[in-house]
């Protein structure tokens, strides 16, 4: 086999590896102010991963300016999931990537390497007749190659570090791959659930029953895990220490009602996340019309029901506060918003208790409402990005969404309009730019590019993190599960 170079810089160079415990950040970058560029990848039912850069120009920061990096037909069926995995180490005169994986029905997951700096200048086509976008093209985005390392429908997909990606799948099934050479550390499988309450005469064939996980989220120490799967009425811990499972948290049905999950709704939980306030930490599980907030003692400390009724698909902590951990809660649903909440125990709102009967569990207080009906969208948010751009109490948020209408929207979000208040919720958010992919979208991710190095060299296609050289197997050639 030929030989490839390796990256010297090692794992332990990663920006993230020193990632604070208690503080769960948005998606950030080292360029601040104006202007920026911001690359968008798209996922959608009809297999086409969508690449599209905006740039915000200090002239005019009302406008955004779009341009095509790529469009790949990367799965034989609809794309589920996406992950970004942290810029490489900066070398000097050498450009930084990263790395994209993809996950799809078709049971596979694709990488790709995507630069991580602004392109140079934006092209439009020759024949605007034919295509009258902007296009910009650069050789470092790629495709590495593809995994196959589950046999059902990818669920899920994150890097903790540069140096790991983990998936889950419809297999239940967790998994832990190495990025230096693409090998399966280790699987995590979760038990799968038995099948109750359905009917003696269910002609549904042997395995047939809901399985599979739902979601997971890494809790930042990279020690801990949380999963929900289908078919249960549960959520599990895992160590990732040892990779066993560590419990298991059931929901109880008065809680499951809380969220709207009656007799005839499965009670799975579809979406986790971990997220911290002033009183601690905390974690949330996303449920289809509600979501419940847990603290670290796994009781529920209050829930989020949007109100009017409405499904849930995405949820997310961010980080409004500098110095302290002030986090607020977003969440995007079917009827095109993005509601932001505050679950600091001071902010919760508590209803009226009944007589005989357990006092209600607190709500979450509503802070801010981003697009619905009230800005003439009313699409289905299916998935969304925040990311920081400046610091302190001038800091604005670019919020990225993308829906089923297959439009990309762009808005500019004030920090300062996220803190607690004591009035009613208001609108928030500047619609900066709107750009139509005319693809169903799926899921999405967003990254601040940053600015281009002059005199950078164009690494050959062939240089990439890949095989290592002979000689050194050994260095890491005993990594097991504790990795």
Known sequence: MTKRKRNTNGESATP????PTKKVKSNSSSTLGYPITIQIIAGSYDRVLHGVTATISPKNEDKVEFADTFLFNAHASAIRCLALSPPSAPIPKQTQKIILASGSTDERINLYHLSAHAPSKISVPVTPSLNSKAIVENPQNRELGSLLHHSSTITALYFP???????????????VTRTRDWSLLSTIKAPIPKPVGRPSGDTAPLGGAPSGVNDFAVHPSMKLMISVGKGEKSMRLWNLVTGKKAGVLNFERGILGEVGEGKHSSGEGRKVAWGATDAGEEFCVGFERG???????????CK???????????LCYIQVGDEEDVQVLAVSTEDGRILFYSTRPADLVTASTIEGKDSPLGSAKLLAQLGGKDVGLSGRIKDFAILNNGDGPAKDFIVVAGGSDGALRIWKLPANELISHKGKAKQVGELLGTYETNNRITCLKSFVMLPKIEGAEV?????FEGFEEEGE???????????
């Open 16 to 19: 993230v590896a020193d990632a």
């Open 459 to 463: 690494e050959e296609i062939d240089d």
């Open 304 to 314: 989020v029901f949007p109100e009017p009724r409405t499904k849930i698909h995405e």
């Open 473 to 483: 197997e050994g260095e890491e050639g005993s990594s097991s599960d504790s990795d």
């Open 161 to 175: 570090n540069r140096g790991k990606l983990l998936s889950s799948a419809e297999d239940s099934t967790i998994a």
């Open 291 to 301: 979501v419940l907030v847990f603290g670290m003692d796994s009781k529920p400390k």
